[in-house]
C-alpha cells in the first residue's frame, strides 16, 4: 500500500444470490489495480455463506468483512413493500470507520456496477464530497449533476420525485473528516430517498461539490447488473455424479430449495444426456 496517498474506504454491500462471487470476483480484479483502498464488504445475513467465505480467503486486497442484516423490523414490515436494500451494510460500514477513526474517503461501491480506474483515481482527493456522472441507470440511462460554465444548474436524474439531491449511489464519494465534522450522519431507510437523505445529513451546500470527470463530461462507472440468474438444479444429486467433480462444485452454487415438488423429481434422463463424449 502506497501511504502517501489519501486512502479510499469502498463500501460494498452484498447478498447471497447466484450472481454474488462472480460479480465480487470480477469487481476484486478492478480493485486489485488501485493503490491505497481498503474494500469494506458487508453482507446482509446473520451468517457467511461458504461460497463467500472461499471469495474471501481468495482475496488479495486489504478488506473488511461485516454481517449486516436488514433489521427485522423492517424486513418484515408488510407496509414497506420495496424495502430499501443495502442501507444497514452502508451505516455499519459508516460506523467501522468511525469506530476505527479511519482518515481518507469513503465511496458506497456497488457489486453489480462497472468502474473505470479514473473513477479512483480522482475521488481519492475528495475535501468534503465530490460528485460525477453514472451511466446506465434509469430510463434516461445517466444520473449527472447539469453544469454550466463550471456551475450547477440542476440535475440530469430519471427520478427527480422532489429530491434536493438527485444522484445515483455510486456518483458521489465523502471525505472522512468532513463527515465526522458533519455529525457523521448515516443513510435513512426510506427507499429511493438514501442517497437524498444521507447527503441533505452532511448539510452541503452547491459550493462544497466537487465536479469531477472532467467537470462531469466524462463517465466512470456504469450500472451494468448483471442479468439475473436461476437457481441450480439438483441434477447433481443423481447417483452417477458420485466420485465427479461435479459434487465438489456445486458447493459453489446457489441451489434451488427443496420443496414437496422437486424433493422426488428425478433428473436421471437429463444426467444420462451428460454422460456422453465425442
Known amino acids: 500500500q502506497d501511504t502517501s ?5 469502498a463500501i460494498t454491500p452484498t447478498y447471497s444470490r447466484p450472481e454474488q462471487i462472480p460479480e465480487l470476483t470480477r469487481l476484486s480484479q478492478t480493485l486489485m489495480h488501485v493503490p491505497a483502498l481498503h474494500w469494506i464488504i458487508c453482507e446482509d445475513s446473520n451468517v457467511t455463506s461458504d461460497p463467500l467465505q472461499e471469495f474471501l480467503l481468495q482475496l488479495q486486497i486489504p478488506y473488511t468483512f461485516l454481517l449486516t442484516p436488514m433489521p427485522f423490523k423492517i424486513r418484515n414490515d408488510p407496509k414497506i413493500s420495496s424495502k430499501p436494500k443495502g442501507v444497514a451494510a452502508r451505516n455499519a460500514g459508516m460506523r467501522w470507520l468511525s469506530d476505527h477513526n479511519k ?3 469513503f465511496y458506497f461501491m456497488d457489486d453489480d456496477n462497472s468502474y473505470d480506474l479514473r ?3 480522482e475521488m481519492r482527493w475528495t475535501r468534503k464530497v465530490s460528485m460525477w456522472p453514472v451511466g446506465l ?19 440530469y436524474d430519471g427520478f ?7 444522484v445515483d449511489m455510486a456518483g458521489f464519494a465523502v471525505s472522512i473528516d468532513f463527515w465526522r465534522a458533519a455529525g457523521e450522519p448515516m443513510m435513512p431507510f426510506k427507499t429511493s430517498f438514501e442517497e437524498d437523505g444521507f447527503l441533505k445529513g452532511l448539510k452541503i451546500s452547491p459550493s462544497d461539490i466537487e465536479f469531477k470527470a472532467n467537470e462531469c463530461t466524462k463517465i466512470y462507472v456504469w450500472h451494468t447488473r448483471t442479468s439475473k440468474s436461476p437457481k441450480a438444479k439438483r441434477v447433481f444429486k ?3 455424479f458420485e466420485g465427479t467433480n461435479i459434487r465438489r462444485l456445486v458447493k459453489n452454487l446457489i441451489v434451488e430449495p427443496l420443496k414437496k415438488t422437486n ?4 433428473y436421471i434422463k437429463e444426467a444420462t ?3 456422453v463424449v465425442k
Not at 144 to 152: H, M, N
Not at 263 to 266: A, I, Y
Request: proline share 6%; hydrophobic share 40%.
Open 238 to 240: 443423481e447417483t452417477m
Open 103 to 105: 482518515k481518507g474517503v
Open 119 to 121: 473513477l479512483f483515481s
Open 263 to 266: 424433493e422426488s423429481e428425478s
Open 5 to 9: 496517498l489519501p486512502t479510499i474506504y
Open 160 to 166: 427527480i420525485a422532489g429530491r434536493k439531491y438527485p
Open 137 to 155: 441507470v434509469t430510463s434516461l440511462a445517466l444520473s449527472s449533476p447539469i453544469l454550466k460554465d463550471g456551475r450547477l444548474v440542476g440535475w
Open 273 to 275: 444426456n451428460m454422460f
